[in-house]
T-cell receptor
Framework: AQSVTQLDSQVPVFEEAPVELRCNYS??????LFWYVQYPNQGLQLLLK??????LVKGINGFEAEFNKSQTSFHLRKPSVHISDTAEYFC????????????FGKGTKLTVNP | NAGVTQTPKFRILKIGQSMTLQCTQD?????MYWYRQDPGMGLKLIYY???????DKGEVPNGYNVSRSTTEDFPLRLELAAPSQTSVYFC??????????????FGQGTRLTVV
């Protein structure tokens, strides 16, 4: 069974600073990986996904993530954050075989301060 | 373009009462899910379905029931509400067909309080 560990529950940063949100996963099979964002009082929406191919994937709002198979990681990065990036971010995994299960991490709350 | 629609948005229940959380999707997706979200705990899978007539338990199914009589609808039933079921509930759907159709779409959530 897959599992996801998000290493930081809260990350405070100043506006225009870079940020990295860490995600590690465990699985006995090849996986698909996702990052979702949740703004206050809303549902989750997809930021980006890794299915195969290039290990660096780009998503919406200037975010990108790098898949590292040897370290079983999928860290999310943004070179310069804005106040509007304040939200909760979730890493998720499903197995490449098309398993119906989508497993989420506990989330990282990103707070961007002026 | 409705996507995934959940009703109600908010509900307060008394201990022991029952209710059904409704979820409908208009994208003809095969896979549907119910998650609960508690502060600092992420999303926990309650039940899921891979198609009409097929459901299965997730991580935290106790105290809940589901049915999937149509592709569009996936209601979640609480029979005897308990304070431990106070949470935000999210319904989601995925196509289940093809490598590129792996994104899950979420509803806006139902905030349930059991008192």
């Amino acid at each position: 069974a897959q599992s996801v560990t998000q290493l930081d529950s809260q990350v405070p940063v100043f506006e225009e600073a870079p940020v990295e949100l860490r995600c590690n996963y465990s699985s006995s099979v090849s996986v698909y990986l996702f990052w979702y964002v949740q703004y206050p009082n809303q549902g989750l929406q997809l930021l980006l996904k890794y299915l195969s191919g290039s290990t660096l994937v780009k998503g919406i709002n200037g975010f990108e993530a790098e898949f590292n198979k040897s370290q079983t990681s999928f860290h999310l990065r943004k070179p310069s954050v804005h106040i509007s990036d304040t939200a909760e971010y979730f890493c998720a995994v499903s197995d490449e075989g098309g398993s119906e299960k989508l497993v989420f991490g506990k989330g990282t709350k990103l707070t961007v301060n002026p | 373009n409705a996507g995934v629609t959940q009703t109600p948005k908010f509900r307060i229940l008394k201990i022991g009462q029952s209710m059904t959380l409704q979820c409908t999707q208009d994208m003809n997706h095969n896979y549907m899910y119910w998650y609960r979200q508690d502060p600092g705990m992420g999303l926990k899978l309650i039940y899921y379905s891979v198609g009409a007539g097929i459901t299965d338990k997730g991580e935290v199914p106790n105290g809940y029931n589901v049915s999937r009589s149509t592709t569009e609808d996936f209601p979640l039933r609480l029979e005897l509400a308990a304070p431990s079921q106070t949470s935000v509930y999210f319904c989601a759907s995925r196509s289940g067909q093809g490598v590129m159709n792996t994104e899950a779409f979420f509803g806006q959530g139902t905030r349930l309080t059991v008192v």
